[in-house]
């Protein structure tokens, strides 16, 4: 039997208008600012603080996933659906899509299956305009910077040679990484190297997500380090007196959208850092929406628990004070099978000597779940291929970890498939009164924090920084920056720096090679391994196969 493409689901479905979708959950629809009959925005002033600390937040992250991902935002909608059906008010807070993946590898970001948020050719594909509200929020900073070296710079005296600040691009476009500017003589300014980053892995990004005002905004857009002065001062973005423009258009951006499920309920999707190279996480402002609003919140961080949960965990509940009830881990049979061995064509493949071969990932993902002391729950999200007693083992495996675990079967059968799962969720969240443990101090030295995420989270035996990065430790140390999480960039691809060694990689060195300084956002960005910040296509990229019809009708978006 042919399955239906997750594109074909959505288009059979008819959508709710997004004023029903608000009132199910009390948002006052005469404050929504509609973009057409299905979208729309949520004002700031309706957080509302006091509702927040009452309700649960649950986080879904994963086991190192294959290329294609293991489910996470899938996952989430399904067990969003799943608490729903069994009587629960619960709202589903995700990022928001990045063109690079959608037109390049992995595809789009608005789950699939039975278990997608709706219209996902829109919410894919420029949505709002919010990543296109921070690149020119972005790019201005960019052009001012430049503008200031060619004809103001007698003010600021900035070095051109120190400057740090890139622009970004919401592509995956490999020839766009290392650039000379002002090429063209006198009048194209001053030359200099420089390059792009893609939109998510912009530091502007980070600041919508973790900002939580208007105020607030401009203030973390002020704090952007952007290089010295030729006597060796740090300039700042508030000395080109650059933030309140920046934060003009962002006004819009920095508000959460509203949308909906396949099954009609609230979805809110904001932001879109990506996990290896950002936080990873959707904005501190959507999440507390969600919460004022809604009995459950579902929520997730990208790509691993070595990655976006850690940073979930360390940076934004650290700067938000959110804490999460309960940490859905999503395994998959394919991913353990992958991890187990077996080559990634032959996955959907029944072995289950590779799958168990594959368990020790699963097994280093639970173990920091457990690092912040939140209790959790592995979701296997299956796949048609699965079979019974490969499942099991899985099942058999969690429950020798004292590990609860579920099936999830939103992928096929939307929240009829994930009501255990729900089940499970609600008892854990209703038993925990705690809250989460971060995994260090952020008074520590940036060095010592940089040790413990990889010796605690990723199993590394060593670190070491190669000459840039001791390099960028003593401009942390001159700036004053330490009190600040770290936000680590590395492979998503492994649990070490090395995206070829699978399993359960030890007595390995990961290998810092330089620090990127995010002093607005409020973090420092080691960058591991060959982490590149403007990934490229593939050779066949997913734009090959997308298109739009002459009704206009959108094709091949998955």
Not at 172 to 199: C, H, Q, S, W, Y
Not at 233 to 249: H, T
Not at 258 to 274: D, R, S
Not at 279 to 295: E, F, P, W
Request: charged share 25%; hydrophobic share 40%.
């Amino acid at each position: 039997m042919k399955h239906l493409s997750d594109l074909e689901i959505t288009q059979q479905i008819e959508m709710e208008h997004v004023s029903s979708i608000a009132e199910k959950i009390g948002l006052p629809t005469e404050h929504l600012e509609l973009f057409g009959h299905y979208k729309a925005k949520i004002p700031l002033d309706l957080v509302r603080p006091a509702e927040i600390s009452k309700n649960k937040l649950i986080l879904v992250t994963a086991m190192t996933p294959t290329p294609a991902g293991e489910g996470k935002t899938t996952t989430s909608i399904g067990l969003t659906e799943g608490l729903n059906r069994i009587g629960k008010k619960a709202t589903v807070v995700l990022r928001e899509p990045s063109l690079g993946p959608v037109f390049g590898m992995k595809g789009g970001a608005a789950g699939g299956g039975y278990s997608q948020v709706v219209p996902m050719e829109d919410i894919n594909l420029h949505f709002t305009g919010d990543f296109a509200a921070i690149e020119k929020a972005n790019n201005l900073l960019a052009a001012l910077i430049d503008n200031t070296v060619q004809s103001k710079n007698g003010e600021l005296d900035i070095d051109p040679r120190t400057i740090e600040w890139k622009r970004v691009m919401d592509m995956n476009d490999r020839a766009l990484r290392n650039i000379v500017t002002g090429m063209g003589g006198k009048p194209g300014g001053i030359m200099r190297e420089t390059g792009f980053n893609i939109t998510a892995a912009s530091e502007i990004m980070a600041i919508l997500c973790l900002a939580e005002s208007i105020e607030d905004l401009k203030k973390k857009i002020g704090n952007i380090y952007i290089g010295d002065t030729f006597d060796g001062k740090a300039v700042f973005a508030r000395d080109l007196r650059a933030e309140g423009a920046m934060a003009a258009l962002l006004k819009d951006a920095i508000k959460p959208n509203l949308v909906q499920t396949l099954e009609g309920n609230p979805a809110i999707i904001h932001g879109g850092p990506f996990a290896n190279i950002a936080q990873g996480t959707n904005s501190v402002i959507a999440t507390k929406m969600g919460l004022s609003y809604s009995d459950f919140v579902v929520t997730e961080a990208g790509f691993g628990a070595d990655l976006g949960a850690e940073k979930f965990m360390n940076i934004k509940c650290g700067y938000s004070g959110l804490s999460p009830s309960c940490i859905v881990l999503v395994a998959t049979i394919r991913a353990l099978k992958f991890h187990g061995g077996k080559p990634l064509p032959e996955i959907a493949e029944p072995d289950l000597e590779a799958v168990n071969n594959g368990l020790s990932n699963l097994e280093k993902h639970i173990e920091n779940v457990r690092v912040f002391h939140v209790p959790g729950i592995v979701a296997i999200n299956r796949f048609p291929t699965d079979t019974d007693e490969e499942v099991q083992a899985v099942i058999d495996f969690c429950s020798s970890m004292g590990m609860a675990a579920s099936v999830s079967d939103g992928w096929e059968k939307g929240g009829e498939g994930t009501e255990e799962l729900a089940s499970k969720v609600v008892t854990i969240t209703e038993k925990f009164k705690g809250r989460y443990k971060p995994l260090y101090d952020w008074s520590k030295s940036p060095q010592e924090k940089i040790e413990i995420i990889a010796h605690k989270i990723y199993g590394a035996k060593n670190v070491e920084y190669l000459p840039k990065a001791k390099q960028n430790l003593r401009k942390l140390e001159r700036l004053g920056i330490k009190n600040q999480p770290v936000c680590i960039a590395k492979t998503q691809n492994s649990l070490s720096d090395d995206p070829k060694w699978l399993g359960r990689p030890e007595d390995f060195t990961l290998t810092v090679r330089e620090i990127e300084i995010a002093s607005g956002a409020g973090f420092f960005i080691p960058i591991t391994g060959n982490m590149l910040r403007m990934p490229g296509l593939p050779r066949k990229p997913a734009a090959e196969g997308i298109d739009i019809n002459n009704e206009g009708k959108i094709e091949g978006v998955s």
